[in-house]
């Protein structure tokens, strides 16, 4: 008869107990835990600041936007003109040569359509690209929309926009077909043959024109700020990883694993 007693020796056909890795496993989990949780901390944290960032941005723009008008840089600045210039609320005085205007496809409130971008040559004799408006498709010709055609000295109010190189999303301009996707100031200027000129643009404001096209003053200005979401969103998941770490560590799956008969993390 084999003994009965309690002695050492596993019985037959049992499974052998897993290897005593208890603590080793409990050190690597809870390491490698902490790890995503300092980065998930890290990510949230990231987007607090960006929304700082971003409120200011926009505070600051709306200043230039509702600020006095003042007169558009000159040839002298063009060097420094930068991100900070932005939707600088500028006024410029000229003459329109608009048999060098560029249409660039939009999309505004009022449906699709074009922008109407017509150099102004200043007394200095510089030129800036200004978009006086928008058409819809049927007033793409010039010739449908005489009356606007403004000669003459003439003062422009608006806000300084900063040049759209290349085209809009998945969509390049196309200088020698005449498609244009974006304000593209440099790429216009080339295309039009125009020398001297502004290394920005500017929007019109919704100063009515003679037979009221071009439609000015249909700026957008708008910047995403979904940073609070986003932060919530990384600590969120922080504070569910602490509680799950806990819990595996501390409570159920040890549970578990001892109603089986084992001991929790094969100790």
């Known amino acids: 008869m084999r003994p009965t007693g309690s002695g050492g020796g596993a019985e037959p056909g049992s499974a052998p107990s897993p290897a005593p890795l208890s603590l080793l496993r409990r050190v690597v989990f809870g390491v490698a835990a902490g790890l995503v949780f ?3 901390l890290g990510l949230g944290t990231w987007q607090v600041q960006r929304r700082t960032w971003k409120l200011d941005l926009i ?10 008008a003042v007169p558009a840089p000159g040839p002298a600045e063009w060097p420094r003109i930068g991100p900070d210039d932005a939707y600088r609320h500028v006024w410029l005085s000229g003459t329109f040569l608009h048999d060098r205007e560029t249409l660039v496809q939009a999309v505004t409130e009022r449906g699709g359509g074009f922008w109407v971008l017509t150099p102004l ?3 200095d004799g510089s030129l800036v690209l200004v978009n006086r408006g928008f058409v819809p498709g049927a007033n793409r010709d010039p010739a449908t929309r005489q009356a606007g055609l403004v000669a003459g000295e003439t003062r422009v109010t608006g806000l300084l926009r900063l040049t759209e190189p290349g085209g809009a999303f998945l969509r390049a ?3 020698k077909d005449g498609r244009w996707y974006s304000r593209d100031v ?3 200027a080339a295309a039009r043959g125009l020398t001297d000129v502004a290394p920005y643009f500017v929007d019109a404001d919704a100063t009515p024109n003679p037979g009221g096209l071009p439609v ?3 700026t957008v200005i708008a910047f995403p700020n979904s940073h609070l979401v986003y932060a919530l969103t990384w600590y969120g998941m922080a504070l569910m990883l602490a509680g799950a770490v806990f819990y595996i560590l501390r409570g159920g799956l040890a549970k578990d694993w001892v109603s089986k008969g084992r001991e ?3 100790g």
């Open 173 to 175: 301009n196309d200088p």
């Open 264 to 266: 929790p993390f094969g």
């Open 38 to 40: 300092v980065v998930l």
């Open 121 to 123: 040559r200043r007394p």
């Open 216 to 218: 000015g003053g249909l």
């Open 59 to 68: 505070a600051r723009v709306d200043a230039r936007v509702h600020a006095p």
């Open 186 to 188: 440099a790429a216009i």
